[in-house]
């Protein structure tokens, strides 16, 4: 069983800054590539951020120069830094982890259940 968890979302003030934190556990083998995404309400859901094992990233154009995306030490983790918020960046935040367990050839996208992040004054 995998789960993957985000935390470190809230309420800031426009032009501030949150660290958002996803934690994959369980029984992992690898994981490719780990990626944010966010829906606001009413809006369908975008891709934020992304990071392969390589450590190549890639942003969406609204949040490029803002976010950015980075693994911890530990393999399991990933981190979206994200700086000079607007009021429209507010969205429920979600990671997907691309992950293969042991013992299984097969890779799987898992998801977290989300982390509200509100921007406004």
């Known amino acids: 069983q995998v789960q993957l968890v985000e935390s470190g979302g809230g309420l800031v003030q426009p032009g501030g800054s949150l660290r958002l934190s996803c934690a994959a556990s369980?029984?992992?083998?690898?994981?490719s590539f780990w990626e944010w995404r966010r829906q606001a309400p009413g809006k369908q859901r975008e891709l934020v951020a992304d990071i392969t094992s390589g450590g190549s990233v890639a942003y969406a154009d609204s949040v490029k120069g803002r976010f950015t995306i980075s693994r911890g030490n530990a393999k399991n983790t990933v981190y979206l830094q994200m700086t000079s918020l607007k009021p429209e960046d507010t969205a429920v935040y979600s990671c997907?982890?691309?992950?293969?367990?042991?013992?299984?050839?097969?890779?799987?996208?898992?998801w977290g259940q989300g982390t509200q992040v509100t921007v406004s004054s």
């Open positions: 369980g029984n992992i083998d690898s994981i």
């Open positions: 997907n982890a691309r992950i293969q367990t042991v013992g299984s050839h097969r890779w799987s996208d898992y």
